[in-house]
């Protein structure tokens, strides 16, 4: 356990439906980050929140809609997606300001059928 | 912005020897270097880390290396066992003090198998 929670582990879903991925961290961070991970882009930067705001949206398609209620939430609401969209999702959380690492939950694999 | 390139992308060592997976990053402000290692099933996990006030670390049998005036830091493993076997991405940042955040740059990952 890394002290970032990621729930569910696996999900399959229709292209109509809608769905949400939940991350939760336990480890006093003020940052937190969506990434994708497949095998053309093995660490897809998508989405980073410092401080509850969004501070980055790497170009990501409207059909994925980021949620970060407070420093210790972040979800992922997922609506009408392609297949192509099947991936590993990542969430990680770190400290804005200086360098540090981040801590990755073990991800959610979304299969779009 | 930061560009991180990795290679090589796949290495198989017997065990026993050593592996070493290089880096190059261009953006010279850059001063922080994670390496971490994702198992199957599993996400990425930091296992060592350098900033560019040092030119080596090491833990145990992981050491890495930078060379910040060629800009190229490596990871280095001895003694490899099997259990060393996963994917390896090297990362770089900048300094940041404002809320714009800790921004990691990846690369595109080593696939490490260790044969017994």
């Known amino acids: 356990e890394t002290g970032v929670t990621q729930t569910p582990r696996h999900l399959v879903m229709g292209m109509t439906n809608k769905k949400s991925l939940k991350c939760e961290q336990h480890l006093g961070h003020n940052a937190m980050y969506w990434y994708k991970q497949s095998a053309k882009k093995p660490l897809e930067l998508m989405f980073v929140y410092n401080f509850k705001e969004q501070t980055e949206n790497n170009s990501v398609p409207s059909r994925f809609s980021p949620e970060c209620p407070n420093s210790s939430h972040l979800f992922l609401h997922l609506h009408t997606l392609q297949p192509e969209d099947s991936a590993l999702y990542l969430c990680a959380s770190g400290n804005s300001g200086g360098n540090y690492g981040y801590t990755f939950g073990s991800g959610t694999r979304l299969t779009v059928v | 912005g930061e560009n991180v390139e990795q290679h090589p992308s796949t290495l198989s060592v017997q065990e026993g020897d050593s592996a070493v997976i290089k880096c190059t990053y261009s953006?010279?402000?850059?001063?922080?270097f994670p390496w971490y290692k994702q198992e199957l099933g599993k996400g990425p996990q930091l296992i060592i880390d350098?900033?560019?006030?040092?030119g080596e670390k090491k833990d145990q049998r992981i050491a890495v290396t930078l060379n910040k005036t060629a800009k190229h830091f490596s990871l280095h493993i001895t003694e490899t066992q099997p259990e060393d076997s996963a994917v390896y991405f090297c990362a770089a940042s900048r300094s940041s003090y404002n809320n714009a955040g800790n921004m990691l740059t990846f690369g595109g990952g080593t696939r490490l198998m260790v044969k017994p």
């Open positions: 953006d010279s402000a850059s001063n922080y």
């Open positions: 350098i900033r560019s006030n040092v």
